[in-house]
């Protein structure tokens, strides 16, 4: 029987590359395999497939360092990638990159099939992105947020080939002459110690017993949670736009972290005269000063009063101009009248109905950069808002940091 199509199936775990061979093989797939990036590239220098499998997180080469050399020099191959780390920001990249699909390990048979018999029939298309885009995505370790240069700088390269997925050595603990299986780190006996082969990776890296810190932490009742206060600029305490109507946008665009502005008295004692206007009034005196071009002007889309203004707050101290829309009606309108260069977008609002509102977005301003800002953050919604042309996905709740650098990012691409 003639082949659907040849495979190419890269993890550094061959028990996986050997399961999704004989999944596919009942498929009448044809399916090789690479235990690593560069053994991949070796043989796509010698042979041509119809799809590849990747995983992510793998010694040297990770999967999306791979996936953007694939895309360069063979950009018509499909791929798919798949991990045991899923997340929502490698997902992005992932699709953004070039992926097709993202599937989390473990997967099913049905799953995996599924998955590949979409791209196979063009059921899934790339995401439309610039290379300029591509080429800016950070590809730092999924897994490993360090350089791996610069940790093999100090503690040698042998350390840095002992880091597996957890990012920890295994290391070797001393035997206890008190008894079997008793770990130096806990000072007690552990099944799991035993199960790991009389190692502790944790313990071992933070000095700690894992064990009792996770029963002190159960002791200790509800875990402190993220104060939502502090997301506001408290060093800024006052409305921005009482102050805009008095002093003009440029005297706050002008603003640093303790409130003061340098800007010149004379132009100061201009705006100064101005009349106290309406907030709504000021609201579009400020975007008719930016003017439909501004290079940075922000919507924020979002329902809850309290994340939509923390947001303008954040980014308003950074001469950001920025305007906001409560529900979808206003959302239309304002992306209809104004040509943002920066949208912010919850995705889960009364009346909106899936990705419609993304959708309807990218419509009217396809050149508008798309930042999703969402308190029901999943794997399936990061994946769908980066086909449809979102470039960063934020999970709240967010540090004021995270939101200047998803923003700052977005803009850059804008320019």
Same mark, same amino acid.
């Given at each position: 029987?003639?082949?659907?199509?040849?495979?190419?199936?890269?993890?550094?775990?061959?028990?996986?590359?050997?399961?999704?061979?004989?999944?596919? !093989?009942?498929?009448?797939?044809?399916?090789?395999? !690479?235990?690593?990036?560069?053994?991949?590239?070796?043989?796509?220098?010698?042979?041509?497939?119809?799809?590849?499998?990747?995983?992510?997180?793998? +010694?040297?080469?990770?999967?999306?360092?791979?996936? $953007? #050399?694939? =895309?360069?020099?063979?950009?018509?191959?499909?791929?798919?990638?798949?991990?045991?780390?899923?997340? %929502?920001?490698?997902?992005?990249?992932?699709?953004?990159?070039?992926?097709?699909?993202?599937?989390?390990?473990?997967?099913?048979?049905?799953?995996?099939?599924?998955?590949? @018999?979409?791209?196979?029939?063009?059921?899934?298309?790339?995401?439309?992105?610039?290379?300029?885009?591509?080429?800016?995505?950070?590809?730092?370790?999924?897994?490993?947020?360090? *350089?791996?240069?610069?940790?093999?700088?100090?503690?040698?390269?042998?350390?840095?080939?002992?880091?597996?997925?957890?990012?920890?050595?295994?290391?070797?603990?001393?035997?206890?002459?008190?008894?079997?299986?008793?770990?130096?780190?806990?000072?007690?006996?552990? @099944?799991?110690? /035993? /199960?790991?082969?009389?190692?502790?990776?944790?313990?071992?890296?933070?000095?700690?017993?894992?064990? /009792?810190?996770?029963?002190?932490? /159960?002791?200790?009742?509800?875990? =402190? $949670?993220?104060?939502? $206060?502090?997301?506001?600029?408290?060093?800024?305490?006052?409305?921005?736009?009482?102050?805009?109507?008095? %002093?003009? +946008?440029?005297?706050?665009?002008?603003?640093?972290?303790?409130?003061?502005?340098?800007?010149?008295?004379?132009?100061?004692?201009?705006?100064?005269?101005?009349?106290?206007?309406?907030?709504?009034? %000021?609201?579009?005196?400020?975007?008719?000063?930016?003017?439909?071009?501004?290079?940075?002007?922000?919507?924020?889309?979002?329902?809850?009063? !309290?994340?939509?203004?923390?947001?303008?707050?954040?980014?308003?101290?950074?001469?950001?101009?920025? *305007?906001?829309?409560?529900?979808?009606?206003?959302?239309?309108?304002?992306?209809?009248?104004?040509?943002?260069? #920066?949208?912010?977008?919850?995705?889960?609002? +009364?009346?909106?109905?899936? #990705?419609?509102? #993304?959708?309807?977005?990218?419509?009217?301003?396809?050149?508008?950069?798309?930042?999703?800002?969402?308190?029901?953050?999943?794997?399936?919604?990061?994946?769908?808002?980066?086909?449809?042309?979102?470039?960063?996905?934020?999970? =709240?709740?967010?540090?004021?940091?995270?939101?200047?650098?998803?923003?700052?990012?977005?803009?850059?691409?804008?320019?």
């Amino acid at each position: 029987m003639e082949t659907k199509g040849r495979i190419l199936v890269i993890d550094d775990e061959r028990s996986i590359c050997e399961n999704v061979e004989k999944i596919l !093989a009942k498929n009448n797939f044809e399916v090789q395999k !690479a235990v690593s990036a560069d053994d991949a590239l070796d043989k796509m220098a010698h042979e041509s497939f119809s799809l590849l499998i990747s995983d992510i997180v793998m +010694p040297g080469k990770n999967g999306l360092e791979l996936l $953007r #050399l694939v =895309k360069k020099q063979w950009p018509i191959t499909k791929v798919i990638m798949m991990t045991a780390y899923a997340s %929502t920001d490698t997902a992005m990249k992932a699709i953004r990159l070039g992926a097709l699909d993202y599937v989390a390990k473990p997967f099913t048979p049905d799953e995996l099939r599924s998955s590949v @018999d979409k791209a196979l029939s063009g059921e899934l298309t790339e995401a439309t992105v610039s290379e300029r885009e591509r080429e800016t995505i950070e590809l730092i370790d999924a897994d490993m947020p360090f *350089d791996r240069e610069e940790v093999a700088k100090v503690t040698g390269p042998e350390y840095v080939d002992m880091l597996g997925p957890s990012d920890m050595p295994v290391v070797q603990m001393p035997a206890a002459a008190a008894g079997e299986n008793l770990c130096m780190v806990g000072q007690m006996v552990c @099944d799991i110690f /035993k /199960k790991l082969g009389a190692t502790c990776k944790a313990g071992a890296k933070s000095k700690e017993c894992p064990q /009792k810190k996770a029963k002190a932490k /159960k002791g200790t009742g509800a875990e =402190k $949670r993220l104060d939502t $206060r502090m997301l506001i600029g408290i060093d800024l305490p006052f409305n921005y736009e009482e102050v805009a109507a008095v %002093t003009g +946008p440029e005297y706050i665009m002008n603003l640093h972290h303790d409130g003061v502005a340098f800007i010149p008295y004379e132009e100061l004692k201009k705006t100064a005269s101005m009349p106290v206007l309406k907030e709504k009034e %000021t609201e579009v005196l400020l975007l008719k000063r930016a003017g439909d071009h501004a290079p940075r002007s922000v919507l924020v889309i979002d329902d809850e009063a !309290a994340v939509n203004n923390n947001i303008r707050k954040i980014l308003a101290k950074k001469g950001y101009m920025v *305007d906001q829309a409560f529900g979808k009606g206003e959302a239309i309108e304002k992306i209809t009248q104004s040509d943002y260069r #920066l949208v912010l977008l919850d995705l889960k609002m +009364p009346g909106v109905k899936g #990705l419609e509102l #993304l959708k309807a977005i990218r419509d009217i301003r396809p050149n508008a950069m798309l930042v999703i800002i969402t308190g029901y953050a999943s794997i399936e919604s990061a994946v769908e808002s980066a086909r449809m042309g979102a470039v960063d996905f934020l999970a =709240k709740p967010f540090t004021p940091d995270e939101i200047r650098h998803a923003a700052e990012n977005a803009i850059r691409l804008a320019a």
